[in-house]
């Protein structure tokens, strides 16, 4: 039997079960969250987990930029995240900080290219998110990345827009960050949801003037269709306002 | 007028200035709204494929000059408009609140004299900045002429200021924009320099070359923009393929824009910044031009290759930079990681080296990625020309380093 290690979706949850592992020395076959469909094959294995301080250990004994490439690879959509972030983890404690430079290692090159690619997204969702007024003054945008980057990406509006009360919804996960001025709070849609999406009064005027201003801007002489998906890739055309009745 | 109007026509006649970029500043959001990051965002690109980042318009399109090349000249017969101050700081902030922005270009055709012109920009801006709170990026292009007084005050409140060489020699500026006296630019570009600070244009300055309208060549173009680099300690030097908005004997009678060879000029830009080149290394009085089918790294290595084969696990990080197929990124790799262990072959393809280009060029451990009697110049010139033909089909100008 392949034992598959089960633990309940967050990265706190994750760290505490890869750290149980190596206390008990036991290599997993494969780590999956509890939504996970088992083979004939797998057997699997909840662990009892009590370890309240994980992230401050772990925090003390990962260095800042390793430990950002691990978290950026929990936040992806790679089927096999958990066993990379498991392998990576077991090399830092072998090699510690230089092993963010070990390529020759697979687990490292994954950790590093998928860590990459999360962070590359959560960029250019920094430019492809649109909000838009609602009546009650609160900005709404709603967003589809392959990544889960919405912590990140609230991060970086919170900053940015931080005197304004905002919403960012993403949609494939079902999860919702809310931002009141002082603080950011994510939640399921289950938990929380807006119903009243009605646009304040100049809304509609503001998102003519910036179609008008979009379809100006481009140069035909220089038209280049291949370019522009290049750089704006058409899954994300559908969230973004300018683009949107082209897709 | 509405206001639709005057975006159509303000922003029309902004979009041939090729910079858009936001980059250069580290702004901390205030009081109001915004900040600015260092590496700049794009928010979106336009059907042309170039990157929107700042909502890039003219304050007013009339104009008292008449230089040959521009849409907005005097002499021509177009729909004018002027936007007021608190029209583009509505625009500015509405925009920049839904996210469709980084912040605000301004530029302007000249109204009155340059100092009258000057001083409604900075009236804008000065709002924007003061009463909206404003704290996004902002560009602003100097008029040519206005007063250091003026470059003082405009300076303090923009993240970027700069002013456009347009032409690559006196000549052709004398030529096509003869009120535009090149000392007029210059001092601009002095006293940008001169004052940059953390709290005076942070972001540098930039400025840009119409590519394609005078004669000269790209020797002459390269030459200009690496004196630029150095004499004025530019951040960036853009290149815009000319594009033909007027008739006028004076102007050639091009009718695609020569996007190929602007290309070229950006590779070569980039090879001048970050790769350790200089001009001299790429062109010279015998070859004043680029090559067409290959880019200038390549021909530059293929009229080297007694510099060639070169060592990846001890060759110098600049010697990394010359191979085609190596970047910055993967050159920086190599050297981070060849301390901790021997890099081969399959090694490089994860840190990003383009193989199919620098196998001609290169050794792991001194064992060749391919068969010697290959290592010729014209076997390996057809196959980099044909590799970029598949690549170009493919990509079509996708290169645009915007
Ligand atoms: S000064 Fe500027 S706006 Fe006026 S004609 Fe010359 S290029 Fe055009």
């Known amino acids: ?247 | 007028m509405t206001l639709k109007e005057k975006l159509e026509i303000l922003s029309d006649s902004a979009k041939y200035d090729a910079s858009c970029s936001s980059s250069g500043s580290s702004r901390k959001s205030g009081n109001g709204i915004g900040n600015t990051e260092i590496s700049g965002i794009c928010h979106s690109f336009a059907s042309d494929g170039r990157c929107i980042s700042l909502l890039k318009i003219l304050m007013t399109n009339v104009c008292i000059y008449d230089c040959k090349y521009c849409i907005n000249r005097k002499s021509n017969n177009v729909k004018r408009a002027i936007f007021t101050p608190e029209e583009i700081c509505e625009i500015t902030i509405n925009f920049y609140k839904r996210n469709y922005i980084e912040g605000l270009f301004l530029s302007s055709g000249i109204i009155k004299n340059a100092d009258y012109t000057m001083e409604l920009m900075i009236k804008t801006i000065e709002l924007l900045r003061n009463k909206y709170h404003f704290g996004g990026y902002i560009h602003a292009k100097a008029i040519p002429g206005a007063s250091n007084y003026l470059l003082k005050r405009l300076g303090k409140l923009v993240d970027r200021l700069s002013a456009n060489i347009e032409l690559p020699t006196s000549d052709g500026l004398k030529l096509l924009a003869p009120n535009k006296e090149e000392n007029k630019i210059t001092n601009i570009m002095n006293y940008v320099k001169e004052n940059q600070n953390k709290k005076f244009v942070p972001a540098g300055q930039s400025t840009q070359m119409i590519i394609g309208a005078s004669k000269e060549s790209d020797l002459d173009i390269m030459s200009r923009s690496e004196n630029l680099y150095t004499d004025y300690k530019l951040k960036r030097v853009f290149y815009s393929a000319y594009i033909p908005v007027n008739n006028d004997k004076l102007l050639p009678s091009l009718t695609v824009p020569p996007l190929k060879r602007e290309n070229r000029l950006y590779q070569a830009d980039w090879l001048l910044r970050f790769y350790g080149f200089k001009v001299e290394d790429i062109l010279d009085k015998k070859n004043p031009n680029f090559n067409i089918l290959i880019d200038p790294k390549a021909d530059w290595a293929l009229r080297h290759l007694d510099e060639f084969p070169k060592e990846i696990n001890i060759c110098s990080y600049l010697d990394l930079l010359k191979i085609p197929g190596i970047g910055v990124t993967s050159a920086k790799r190599i050297i981070s990681s060849r301390k901790l262990f021997n890099i081969s072959f399959g090694d490089l393809k994860k840190m990003g080296v383009v193989l199919k280009r620098a196998q001609y060029f290169i050794t792991c451990n001194n064992r060749y990625f391919i068969d010697k009697q290959y290592l010729k110049k014209d076997f390996i010139e057809t196959n980099l020309v044909l590799g970029n033909k598949i690549e170009n089909n493919l990509n079509e100008r996708q290169l645009q380093l915007f």
Not at chain 1, 179 to 191: E, G, P, T, V
């Open chain 1, 1 to 247: 039997m392949n034992n598959i290690y089960v633990y309940e979706d967050s990265f706190i949850n994750l760290l505490n079960l890869i750290d149980q592992l190596f206390i008990n020395n036991v290599k997993p076959y494969n780590i999956k969250t509890t939504n996970y469909n088992p083979d004939l094959f797998d057997n699997l294995v909840y662990l009892k987990i009590e370890n309240k301080d994980i992230l401050t250990k772990y925090k003390k004994i990962v260095d800042k930029e390793n430990f950002k490439i691990i978290y950026y690879v929990y936040l992806s959509n790679d089927i096999n995240k958990e066993l990379i972030i498991y392998y990576y983890l077991l090399n830092y404690f072998k090699y510690k900080a230089k092993v963010m430079y070990m390529r020759n290692l697979n687990c490292v090159n994954k950790a590093l290219t998928i860590s990459n690619y999360v962070s590359r997204e959560n960029h250019k969702f920094k430019g492809f998110t649109r909000f838009r007024e609602l009546k009650n003054n609160v900005l709404f945008a709603e967003i589809e990345p392959e990544n889960n980057i919405l912590e990140i990406l609230s991060m970086h509006f919170k900053n940015r827009l931080k005197n304004e009360f905002w919403i960012i919804k993403d949609k494939k996960r079902e999860i919702i960050s809310i931002y009141n001025k002082k603080k950011i709070f994510i939640y399921k849609c289950s938990q929380f949801d807006i119903l009243d999406v009605n646009d304040s009064y100049n809304e509609e005027q503001i998102e003519k003037l910036w179609k008008l201003f979009y379809k100006t801007i481009g140069i035909e002489a220089r038209r280049n269709d291949q370019c522009r998906r290049n750089f704006m890739p058409k899954k994300y055309w559908k969230n973004i306002l300018e683009v949107s009745d082209e897709v």
